[in-house]
């Protein structure tokens, strides 16, 4: 039986976080607002979730999730390299609209689909769900919707497709009425634009300075970003990525430096460095339920003896977020 929770009321919305906390670690699955649409999620390190995620949605495998995380630390101990510009993309755009493709740490045990070893990460600017995330850890998350149904803007829409398939709704009024995100590719030498959305280029361009983007603007069938419910642009960065993309910089036919713009904060990682650390403090948000040993925790789920958050794959389909 689902039961949702009316989150303006103060102690429906504490009772609410907590029920979807605990849906989450047991493997069921819960609807949450997004500052786009309504999102359908799962904790990620759990495999028989995702796919009831998927079997939700009417999907197969080969269109697996994102991932939305509840802070920048729990995203890098999900991403192998965040290339030359993730981070400043991060520093200027999270938490808001833009997903960022990345190739996934190796080291991490899920089963999100056939997601070409990357992974979708997005940080949304929405307090009810970052409290979730907060919660639970990385949570693969899709629009809560059927697939080929427009996406639920308020919870009511999204009980009506997904019933009883849902666990917990939260209920968050309707939600923003932005475009869905940016979505950019890190996995190449260059950043690429997989899907135009709610960031306007000039601005992604500012951060990255250069940005391949698809000349005639032709989308794949795969969606993309886990909460918006819209098709775009396949988003694996490799084989059956849309067609080869231009590499004129607003007018400049000389592709400018790969290198970081001059003042980077203190401690921040060089460009192309080696993948974030794994250390305790980074994985805390990852598994957010983990006991305090003193010890870096196994990220392994079967090391952990327990699922905790959820990791997206990077070279998944994504929709509209």
């Not at 976080?17 to 949450?32: K, T």
């Not at 390190?45 to 999907?59: I, N, S, W």
């Not at 067609?243 to 001059?262: I, Q, V």
């Amino acid at each position: 039986m689902s039961r949702r929770y009316d989150c303006s009321e103060p102690m429906e919305r504490t009772r609410g976080i907590a029920e979807a906390v605990s849906a989450v670690r047991r493997g069921e699955l819960v609807v949450l607002p997004t500052d786009t649409v309504y999102g359908i999620g799962c904790d990620a390190f759990t495999p028989t979730a995702v796919t009831a995620l998927l079997d939700a949605k009417g999907r197969g495998r080969d269109m697996p999730p994102p991932v939305l995380v509840g802070s920048v630390r729990a995203a890098t101990a999900l991403i192998d390299d965040l290339g030359t510009y993730g981070q400043d993309l991060i520093d200027e755009f999270w938490p808001g609209a833009l997903t960022l493709v990345c190739r996934a740490n190796p080291n991490l045990a899920w089963d999100l689909g056939e997601t070409k070893g990357t992974v979708a990460v997005r940080m949304p600017l929405d307090h009810l769900a970052l409290e979730l995330l907060r919660g639970t850890g990385p949570m693969a998350v899709s629009s809560a919707n059927q697939s080929g149904v427009e996406a639920a803007r308020t919870a009511e829409e999204a009980e009506k497709q997904l019933g009883d398939t849902v666990a917990v709704y939260l209920d968050g009024g309707p939600s923003g009425e932005t475009e869905p995100s940016s979505i950019i590719d890190l996995t190449g030498p260059v950043p690429r634009l997989l899907r135009a959305g709610a960031i306007p280029e000039d601005r992604l361009r500012g951060v990255c300075g250069v940005l391949l983007v698809d000349d005639d603007g032709d989308q794949d069938a795969a969606e993309v970003d886990g909460v918006d419910g819209t098709d775009a642009t396949d988003t694996t960065g490799g084989e059956g990525s849309a067609a080869a993309p231009s590499l004129s910089k607003d007018g400049d036919d000389a592709p400018p430096s790969l290198r970081k713009e001059d003042g980077e904060q203190p401690g921040e990682e060089e460009p192309g460095e080696q993948a974030p650390s794994l250390r305790k403090d980074d994985a805390d948000d990852v598994h957010p339920h983990t006991p305090d040993t003193g010890e870096a925790p196994d990220l392994r789920k079967d090391a952990a003896g327990e699922a905790a958050g959820e990791v997206p794959p990077g070279d998944s389909g994504r929709e509209k977020d």
